[in-house]
């Protein structure tokens, strides 16, 4: 019954890897995000996809790769892990109308070391 | 760029107090507001959305009011209790993005 899910919800990982995190909603929404908060807990978008199209790219290091499959999946992959990296980062979903609101996954609570 | 603050930071009350959350933004050309709650650890619950052409919400115990044009929203949470004690954050949407602010950490008290 999860509106939005994503997995894992903790990552640790060692410095250099490469890991990805996975996002699918079942709201039927046509807009999925990824936020990052970090450990200051402030939230900041980093990209959206609008119909498996990418429309938000914000000022991200080119080691973060969104994928969308489908308009019900977004993952995140991660290379070359830095020790910066570590944050929770959250999915979101809404619909393409603006009067609509966001829904939120639960986060992943990714750590470096 | 949409810049959004809340105040008061932090913000500790005992039981039973009402209480007002403050957010302001700086482009008020914006879709709508959504107040969200963040308890420790876990993720985000939507718990009221004002359009912009609203003036305000409420669901239960909570109230949102909205003025556009100054650019300002309030969270006022009725009779307060301990399990109020999350962290509050205020998002306005003027695109596709949500920007948010860094959020106000309440503490109710028994």
């Known amino acids: 019954d999860t509106a939005v899910s994503q997995t894992p919800k903790y990552l640790v990982t060692q410095m250099g890897n490469d890991k990805s995190i996975k996002c699918e909603q079942n709201l039927g929404h046509d807009t999925m995000y990824w936020y990052k908060q970090d450990s200051k807990k402030f939230l900041k978008i980093m990209f959206s996809y609008n119909n498996k199209e990418l429309i938000i790219n914000e000022t991200v290091p080119n080691r973060f790769s969104p994928k969308s499959p489908d308009k019900a999946h977004l993952n995140l992959h991660i290379n070359s892990l830095e020790l910066g990296d570590s944050a929770v980062y959250f999915c979101a979903s809404s619909r393409e109308t603006e009067s609509r609101g966001y829904t939120f996954g639960s986060g992943t609570r990714l750590t470096v070391v | 760029k949409q810049e959004v603050t809340q105040i008061p930071a932090a913000l500790s009350v005992p039981e039973g107090e009402n209480l007002v959350l403050n957010c302001s933004f700086t482009d008020s050309a914006i879709y709508n507001l959504q107040w969200f709650r963040q308890d420790p650890g876990k993720g985000l619950t939507s718990l009221l959305l004002i359009q912009s052409s609203q003036r305000e919400q409420t669901s239960g115990r909570l109230n949102a009011s909205l003025d556009k044009s100054s650019g300002r929203s309030t969270l006022y949470i009725a009779a307060s209790q301990p399990g109020d004690s999350a962290t509050y954050l205020c998002?306005?949407?003027?695109?596709?993005?949500?920007?948010f602010g860094k959020g106000t950490s309440l503490l109710v008290t028994p």
């Open positions: 998002a306005v949407r003027g695109g596709y993005a949500l920007n």
